[in-house]
């Protein structure tokens, strides 16, 4: 694939992610995942971030119920929402019950909910936008993560890339969920910057 524009791929395939189009030909089992993970975050999972994006403002409604609060949070994605069900199921998952509450609680009791939106409404770039990141980088791809980035395109996005690791677990919230393996990926990744 050449001409890498969002999220690895030409800006005609992005396009085709969003509408729901064919799968670029001669891609590998991992671009392949990747596409597919994609495709369903575009076509079925970014509904939130288009809200937060377009109109923060009607959230508020968050703030005035705790319940509520804790459904938007939990279930935003499904992946990470399947992982918390594991956790309340008595699954370990680097997670407790009790972080999932703490996590929900620290929104509710600081009533930043709606500010941590902001986000969405204050960034003019589009998902998964880098191109040509011209500094040293490194990139820990969790295969929960909205998408598993393949080495083949975080290499095209990041030309200077000093490290890259697929692992095991964990996903869109890895340092809540994983942090060991997140501080020990850092570490690695790092380590030739001493």
Request: proline share 6%; glycine share 6%.
């Given at each position: 694939?050449?001409?890498?524009?969002?999220?690895?791929?030409?800006?005609?395939?992005?396009?085709?992610?969003?509408?729901?189009?064919?799968?670029?030909?001669?891609?590998s089992d991992e671009e392949t995942r990747a596409w597919e993970q994609l495709?369903?975050?575009?076509?079925?999972?970014?509904?939130?971030?288009?809200?937060?994006?377009?109109?923060?403002?009607?959230?508020?409604?968050?703030?005035?119920?705790?319940?509520?609060?804790?459904?938007?949070?939990?279930?935003?994605?499904?992946?990470?929402?399947?992982?918390?069900?594991?956790?309340?199921?008595?699954?370990?998952?680097?997670?407790?019950?009790?972080?999932?509450?703490?996590?929900?609680?620290?929104?509710w009791v600081t009533n930043t909910t709606i500010s941590s939106a902001r986000?969405?409404?204050?960034?003019?770039?589009?998902?998964?936008?880098?191109?040509?990141?011209?500094?040293?980088?490194?990139?820990?791809?969790?295969?929960?993560?909205?998408?598993?980035?393949?080495?083949?395109?975080?290499?095209?996005?990041?030309?200077?890339?000093?490290?890259?690791?697929?692992?095991?677990?964990?996903?869109?919230?890895?340092?809540?969920?994983?942090?060991?393996?997140?501080?020990?990926?850092?570490?690695?990744?790092?380590?030739?910057?001493?």
């Amino acid at each position: 694939m050449v001409d890498v524009d969002v999220d690895g791929v030409r800006v005609d395939d992005a396009a085709a992610l969003a509408t729901g189009g064919e799968a670029p030909s001669g891609l590998s089992d991992e671009e392949t995942r990747a596409w597919e993970q994609l495709h369903f975050l575009y076509t079925k999972g970014i509904g939130y971030a288009t809200e937060m994006n377009l109109r923060p403002q009607t959230l508020y409604a968050l703030a005035d119920s705790p319940v509520g609060l804790a459904a938007w949070m939990l279930d935003h994605d499904a992946r990470s929402y399947a992982l918390i069900a594991r956790v309340f199921d008595g699954q370990p998952e680097g997670l407790t019950r009790d972080d999932i509450l703490d996590n929900v609680t620290l929104y509710w009791v600081t009533n930043t909910t709606i500010s941590s939106a902001r986000l969405y409404w204050e960034s003019h770039l589009a998902f998964f936008a880098p191109k040509n990141v011209p500094i040293p980088a490194a990139v820990s791809a969790f295969p929960e993560e909205l998408y598993q980035a393949p080495r083949s395109w975080t290499e095209k996005a990041y030309p200077k890339l000093i490290y890259y690791n697929k692992l095991a677990k964990g996903g869109h919230f890895a340092a809540w969920e994983q942090p060991g393996l997140l501080v020990t990926d850092l570490r690695a990744a790092f380590k030739s910057l001493r």
